[in-house]
């Protein structure tokens, strides 16, 4: 069955990047887009990127460019999502998510992780 | 603030029908472009409810349903359950972006 699993919860100080993990099973991993969205406490979701694991092409959400990485390594089946200069407002819940094209083009994110709290705090 | 708007909070009792709005714009909904909805139990991962504006994956009970018009979408939910109790999101896109409605907390009496 289709699974991603996130890594654990960090803390992070202000200023300082992260790296959070997703491993992918049960499906074919460079078979499908990696979309990664977060969501601030009591908050909605919001979009960051997505990462191509077959070529490793990204594509970030404007507000995020030059701030977030995606990265893959196809060998373990883990996309990754880097996000630098961290302030307290980037304390959220990060989420990615597998992007399914539906019969008509559009994209839906048919399985998510779990989830990784990310707290940042001085 | 979002680019699709849906209502902060929506309620009914057990068994009655509850329909939560996601309104868009001619960038997104109006283009043409599909919407899904997600429900979120608390604690929880978002999980795929509806998809392609009217379509309900394997496993989603009938109960759930979308619809589409114009600028906006809708989730219908009939027979309200205790365990229907979650946020409620829809998403779109939007000039190269995925975007989500602010998202709606449904409360069953």
């Known amino acids: 069955q289709v699974q991603l699993v996130q890594s654990g919860a960090e803390v992070k100080k202000p200023g300082a990047s992260v790296k959070v993990s997703c491993k992918a099973s049960g499906f074919s991993f460079t078979g499908y887009y990696m979309h990664w969205v977060r969501q601030a406490p009591g908050q909605g979701l919001e979009w960051l990127g997505w990462?191509?694991?077959?070529?490793?092409?990204?594509n970030y959400a404007q507000k995020y460019q030059g701030w977030v990485t995606m990265t893959r390594d196809t060998s373990i089946t883990t996309v990754y999502m880097e996000l630098s200069r961290l302030r307290s407002d980037d304390t959220a819940v990060y989420y990615c998510a597998r992007a399914k094209v539906t019969e008509t083009t559009s994209v839906v994110f048919d399985y998510w992780g779990q989830g990784t709290l990310v707290t940042v705090s001085s | 603030q979002s680019v699709l708007t849906q209502p902060p909070s929506v309620s009914g009792a057990p068994g009655q029908r509850v329909t939560i709005s996601c309104t868009g714009s001619s960038s997104n909904i109006g283009a043409g472009y599909d919407v899904h909805w997600y429900q979120q139990l608390p604690g929880t991962a978002p999980k795929l409810l509806i998809y392609?504006?009217?379509n309900g994956p394997s496993g989603v009970p009938a109960r759930f349903s979308g619809s589409k018009s114009g600028t906006s979408a809708s989730l219908a939910i009939t027979g309200l359950q205790a365990e229907d109790e979650a946020d409620y999101y829809c998403?779109?896109?939007?000039?190269?972006?995925?975007?989500f409605g602010g998202g709606t907390k449904l409360t069953v009496l």
């Open positions: 998403q779109s896109y939007d000039n190269s972006h995925w975007v």
């Open positions: 392609g504006n009217t």
């Open positions: 990462i191509n694991p077959n070529s490793g092409g990204t």
